[in-house]
């Protein structure tokens, strides 16, 4: 809320130009009149456009997919070990963490997955892991130990640790399963001395006879222990029963010029929560990879690697079996040329929506793709429910595509024909790219093409709150870590002045009310300028260029002030019958005020209401600056509610609440890490990075 910028603005700014747009060019000078011609015949028609591009000699002469990709560092993996290893017996465990967390993104693995240096540096951390109570970080790093080859000499010591992580979360079950494989392996520990394995034995025997003299339900797992931190996400207390990521008190509608946009239902309170929603896709910007999750964007402790390439890494085993077994390794080994390509974030994020799902899935739905509705998800219209994760929903976002100049559209086919052949490459199609494409690669491109198209209007940032201290909000900012579709928030529609704020969760976005919003009115989210950021024609003009829509919002109707410009001069008091209000200038002295729908307006109550206000305002800023976060958004809260319930805006003190409200919601509950005097990220950086929990 607080940036006033335009995701795309952002990510015009901070993408280097690559090879593409000269790739782009030459072939517009060299294809000639005849084929130029032939793409005014083709622009209505995707798949066709699609065969003709692929099938461009010129194009295609000058395509070349070449694995291009950060590998693997043997020497680098030893030296950090080994000074992983100094650390920890000098005790110092983050340093440890630190090093082990670095050998392991470098070491290489073998074709079938196996490492014996990967699985006993994941061990090693495991054991700082442990010490550091970290229990399920260690319990992923033994889990993945074995998974990639931990020695049998060396496996009961690494049974014994998962068991104690185990106990901690009380799986006692599970603990007791580890305890009796560590006897088990104990007998293959050649390289034990005699001695040191009779007391070893000793140990293990002594833990299993507890499991077996206890009672039975202290020997059980507890179901309601979590092993895993799961995200912490709101609830709706009424969710809609056609949009189950939406509150029931919002409601969709759609007019061929506004498109669709959401509408509430019944009246809805400052601070409620409207909607909690997964992406659909989601893509990590390339510059927080090795800082965030590649798969979920929750920063990271003890990131695990991809087998291949060093570039991304996860948070968890979860994640990582997640994005191996689907996406990765379809761009694992194509990152580079990627970033080299210069193509956006609105592109990771079109390949991602294929990659994602295995070529069968979409031959086996292929009626999803087949009509593109733009009404869909009107709630008078909505029989099916209005599910998320459902590839008709996202398909059916809007893409202006018969408004896009044929330019605009061949490009975008000829960067699908290149994403295309690095489908082709990477092993997504049975068969090797040939001159013509076939039948199932030419219906993948019509709909990475779509997407492309739908992106540019529907792809939300994915944010995190970032801090200077754990403790204070002064120098804290929002920054963007990465985009992602949500399809249920895509039908809100804009306005400069927004009745809802977004905060993230992870790659989830919440969506809470910052204003009290009557039923009828339109719910109206912000695609980035602000009214009290930008001037009015400044904000038209970018909205314009990005979204293909000139903002009809009543802050542009108006031409409300900036912040600076903002005065106390004159004050909107809100009538009590109808809602609207009337002008008050603070130099007049006019005792009374009425509304134009006739009833008299109560001057000195507003006034002395407006006069409390401050003192209240002086409570919450003093529990901000304490840090007390829940009570200052909760003394916000009211604060806002009493103010709307005198004064209309435009009026400072409601934005600075507003914002300070914002502000709280991030501290508390959304993406948020400290980056004053942190350690650096794994993988170097520009900026110190660590978590705040």
């Given amino acids: 809320m607080s940036r006033g910028e335009m995701f795309q603005e952002f990510e015009e700014k901070r993408r280097q130009e690559g090879f593409f747009p000269q790739v782009y060019k030459g072939v517009c000078s060299a294809m000639g009149e005849e084929n130029i011609d032939k793409l005014e015949t083709f622009r209505d028609s995707m798949p066709d ?115 104690k992580c185990l106990i901690a979360f009380k799986q006692m079950k599970d603990a007791g399963d580890a305890y009796k494989l560590a006897l088990k392996y104990l007998d293959k520990a050649n390289k034990l001395s005699a001695e040191k394995k009779q007391q070893t034995q000793r140990e293990l025997m002594q833990a299993l006879n507890f499991f077996k003299n206890a009672p039975a339900k202290l020997t059980q797992n507890d179901p309601d222990q979590e092993l895993y931190p799961t995200p912490e996400l709101p609830e709706i207390p009424k969710k809609n029963e056609l949009y189950p990521v939406m509150s029931d008190a919002v409601t969709f509608k759609y007019e061929e010029a506004r498109g669709r946009f959401a509408v509430a239902s019944r009246d809805i309170t400052v601070g409620d929560v409207l909607c909690v929603e997964k992406a659909i896709v989601s893509h990590m910007l390339p510059e927080y990879m090795g800082k965030n999750c590649t798969h979920c964007f929750k920063t990271m402790k003890a990131p695990l690697p991809c087998n291949t390439c060093t570039k991304v890494m996860f948070c968890s085993l979860k994640c990582r079996e997640t994005a191996l077994t689907t996406y990765h390794k379809y761009e694992c080994k194509l990152i580079d040329l990627f970033l080299s390509s210069g193509m956006s974030i609105i592109c990771f994020l079109a390949y991602r929506s294929i990659t994602q799902k295995p070529l069968q899935w979409f031959k086996d739905n292929r009626h999803l793709f087949e009509n593109h509705d733009k009404t869909s998800g009107q709630t008078k219209e909505q029989k099916d429910v209005y599910v998320s994760g459902d590839y008709r929903n996202y398909f059916n976002l809007v893409n202006h595509h018969s408004e896009r100049k044929t330019g605009d559209i061949f490009h975008r086919s000829m960067f699908t024909v290149f994403l295309l052949r690095c489908l082709q490459s990477q092993g997504y199609f049975p068969n090797g790219p040939e001159d013509t494409p076939t039948e199932d690669e030419v219906f993948i491109g019509t709909i ?159 006034l002395k209401e407006l006069a409390d206000t401050e003192l209240i305002s002086e409570k919450a800023s003093t529990e901000l600056d304490k840090n007390n976060l829940e009570e200052a958004q909760n003394i916000y809260t009211e604060l806002l509610k009493k103010l709307d319930a005198v004064i209309a805006p435009p009026y400072p003190d409601y934005y600075k609440i507003q914002q300070n409200i914002w502000k709280c919601i991030w501290m508390r509950f959304g993406n948020r890490i400290v980056t004053g005097g942190m350690r650096k990220p794994v993988l170097p950086g520009d900026d110190d990075y660590d978590t705040v929990d």
């Avoid at 470098?106 to 229990?135: C, E, M």
């Fill in 49 to 163: 456009l699609i065969k003709f591009t692929y099938e461009l000699k010129c194009f295609r002469d000058v395509l070349d997919i070449k694995e291009f990709y950060p590998e693997k560092n043997p020497y680098e993996s030893k030296a950090k070990k080994d000074y992983g290893n100094k650390a920890y017996k000098e005790g110092k465990d983050l340093d440890a963490l630190y090093l082990y967390s670095q050998a392991i993104v470098s070491t290489p693995v073998g074709k079938d997955g196996k490492s014996k240096d990967l699985a006993v540096l994941l061990a090693n951390r495991s054991a700082v892991l442990f010490s550091l109570k970290a229990f399920h970080l260690a319990l992923d790093d033994i889990n993945l130990a074995f998974q990639v080859g931990y020695p049998d000499e060396l496996a009961y010591k690494l049974y014994d640790r998962k068991a």
């Fill in 448 to 606: 990475m093409m779509h997407f492309l198209e739908v992106l540019q209007f529907n792809a939300h940032e994915v944010a995190q709150f970032e801090m200077v201290s754990k403790t204070s909000q002064e120098g804290a900012k929002s920054a963007f870590i990465g985009a992602a579709v949500y399809p249920t928030l895509a039908l809100f529609n804009h306005s400069c002045d927004p009745s809802i704020v977004r905060y993230y969760v992870e790659d989830y976005v919440v969506v809470q009310a910052i204003k009290n919003i009557f039923k009828g009115e339109e719910i109206c989210e912000n695609y980035g300028p602000i009214f009290f950021h930008s001037a009015r024609d400044d904000r038209i003009s970018r909205l314009e260029k990005q979204y293909w829509f000139k903002c009809q919002c009543v802050a542009c109707k108006e031409n409300w002030p900036v912040m600076h410009e903002m005065t106390q001069d004159v004050l909107n008091f809100r009538c009590s019958q109808c809602e609207e209000s009337a002008p008050f200038h603070t130099s007049s002295n006019m005792p009374q005020l009425r509304c134009g729908c006739g009833t008299p307006i109560n001057l000195f109550k507003g």
